[in-house]
Nanobody, 126 residues
Framework: QVQLVESGGGLVQAGGSLRLSCAAS????????VGWFRQAPGKEREFVAA???????????QYSDSVKGRFTISRDNAQKMVYLQMNNLKPEDTAVYYC????????????????WGQGTQVTVSS
């Protein structure tokens, strides 16, 4: 089993920044793909960013169009941590943010991810 715990959410003004963290434990390996998803009130959960380690210091990353250029996903495999740096936040970024992981190949589809954290709330005021 894999356990994921998110942290770093909070309330921030538009234009501000937050850094979300995802701490992994259990049977989590550096070869696992990790994704960040979010769910705004009244909306379905959506993909935000994903990362897969291909080799030594070589990560494959992908972002949704809505966050590209503003958010950065990264990971520290030695510490079993994944981060989401969020800059220039907008009110429409308000959501519960979830960390998820999967074995095997890279994916951006929610249904492909087997392990999920409980989520952390991000609220961006205008």
């Amino acid at each position: 089993q894999v356990q994921l715990v998110e942290s770093g959410g909070g309330l921030v003004q538009a234009g501000g920044s937050l850094r979300l963290s995802c701490a992994a434990s259990g049977r989590f390996w550096s070869s696992f793909a990790v994704g960040w998803f979010r769910q705004a009130p009244g909306k379905e959960r959506e993909f935000v960013a994903a990362i897969l380690t291909l080799g030594w210091s070589n990560d494959l990353t992908q972002y949704s169009d809505s966050v590209k250029g503003r958010f950065t996903i990264s990971r520290d495999n030695a510490q079993k941590m994944v981060y989401l740096q969020m800059n220039n936040l907008k009110p429409e970024d308000t959501a519960v943010y979830y960390c998820a992981s999967k074995m095997g190949s890279y994916s951006t589809r929610e249904s492909d991810f087997s392990f999920w954290g409980q989520g952390t709330q991000v609220t961006v005021s205008s």
